[in-house]
Each structure stands twice: as structure tokens, then as C-alpha cells.
């Protein structure tokens, strides 16, 4: 065997494409746990979703309006992680990626809840301000209230992350199969499967 032979072996071997989601989602983890008002890229797809869930609420009523929104951009990685989940066959890694997303939505939604009294975030169409309202209604606007709810959320939100990613490690690590023998020597190793 060349060394060509075993780099080409090895590039079939390594599941780059999951090793590069979970290096990329480690990053965008790192950087939310450390500044979650700062966001991601991801957030300009998240604001669609966003938007789409108030269209979709808007004729159940004012409150399920106004919650529409976070409904809307939670529910779309929780389905499609479903999905994933449930497709023929299984696909666990996008599965994975959909929770890690969820997870990033939720620190998103959490800062977006936290500016319920500030009302410093710019809004898309200079609206109402989704969680100033429901806090408002539900009595919860009080900065303690907003704080730990805000918080609550945050914390859901970074477990969700933290167990999307976990689970893409695991994914990556499992399809990770090099069979060492093989690459060094170019032979089977006696006793090894094939």
C-alpha cells in the first residue's frame, strides 16, 4: 500500500462532514455560553421562523400571537429533529444537530426575555415587544420575575445545547472507524473483523 493509498483510505474512513457540524457547533457553543447577547449567524435563519410563528398564531388570539413567535422558532429544529429521528434511514447526526439548534434558540429567546423591561433590542418592523407583553399579562414584569424566567430559559436552553452537541460527538466518534492495522501496514491484522 502507498502512502496515497492509505490518505485515500483514511479520507473515506473520517466522517469530516460531522467532525466540521461538531467543531462548528462547539465554536457557536463556546461563544453563546460566554456572550449570548452576541448571537450567531444562525439567528438571521431563526428570525424567519420567528416571524412565520406569529403569522401562523395570529388568528388563535392575541396572547398565542405573541408567544407564536418563540413557538415558531423552537418548533422548527424540535420537528425536524423528529424527523430525522423518524426517517428512513434514521439519520442521527441531523437529529442531533436539530436539538444543538433548539438548544441555541432557547439563549436566544432568553435574551430576548430579558429585554422585556429595557426594551433596547431593535425590533423587526419596530413592533411590540413579544415578551414585554406576555410578561405584562402573566404579571411577570417585575425584574425578578423577568430575571429568573429570563434565566430559567437560558439554563434550558444551554442543557439543550450541551446535549445536542454531546450526542454530535458521540455521532462523529461512532462513525470514526479506522481500522489502525489497515492504515499502517496496509495488511489485516489477524483477529480483526472486517
Known amino acids: 500500500m502507498t502512502p496515497g493509498d492509505t490518505a485515500r483510505r483514511l479520507d473515506r474512513a473520517v466522517p469530516w462532514p460531522a467532525l466540521a457540524l461538531l467543531a462548528g457547533t462547539g465554536y457557536w457553543t463556546i461563544r453563546l455560553l460566554l456572550a449570548p447577547a452576541h448571537g450567531v449567524a ?11 410563528g406569529h403569522l401562523f398564531l395570529t388568528p388563535l388570539g392575541s396572547t398565542l400571537h405573541y408567544l407564536g413567535g418563540t413557538l ?9 429533529a423528529v ?8 439519520r442521527p447526526i441531523g437529529a442531533a444537530a436539530c436539538v444543538w439548534w433548539a438548544g441555541e434558540n ?3 429567546v432568553s435574551v430576548y426575555m430579558a ?3 429595557d426594551l433596547a433590542l431593535p425590533l423587526v418592523g419596530g413592533g411590540d415587544h413579544d415578551w414585554n407583553e406576555l410578561f405584562y399579562r402573566f404579571g411577570l414584569l417585575g425584574a425578578d420575575s423577568v430575571r429568573s424566567v429570563s434565566a430559567a430559559t437560558r439554563g434550558l436552553g444551554t442543557l439543550t445545547m450541551l446535549a445536542g452537541l454531546a450526542w454530535l460527538a458521540v ?8 481500522d489502525r492495522g489497515e492504515i499502517v501496514s496496509g495488511e489485516r ?3 480483526r473483523a472486517a
Do not use: C, K, M, W
Not at 415558531?72 to 425536524?80: F, I, S, T, Y
Not at 455521532?171 to 479506522?178: D, S
Open 115 to 117: 429585554d422585556a423591561r
Open 42 to 52: 444562525l439567528d438571521l435563519v431563526n428570525l424567519a421562523f420567528h416571524e412565520a
Open 106 to 108: 432557547l439563549v436566544n
Open 83 to 90: 424527523y430525522f429521528l423518524r426517517s428512513n434511514p434514521a
Open 189 to 191: 491484522q489477524p483477529g
Open 72 to 80: 415558531g422558532q423552537v418548533a422548527v429544529p424540535v420537528g425536524l
Open 171 to 178: 455521532v462523529a466518534l461512532a462513525t470514526f472507524r479506522i
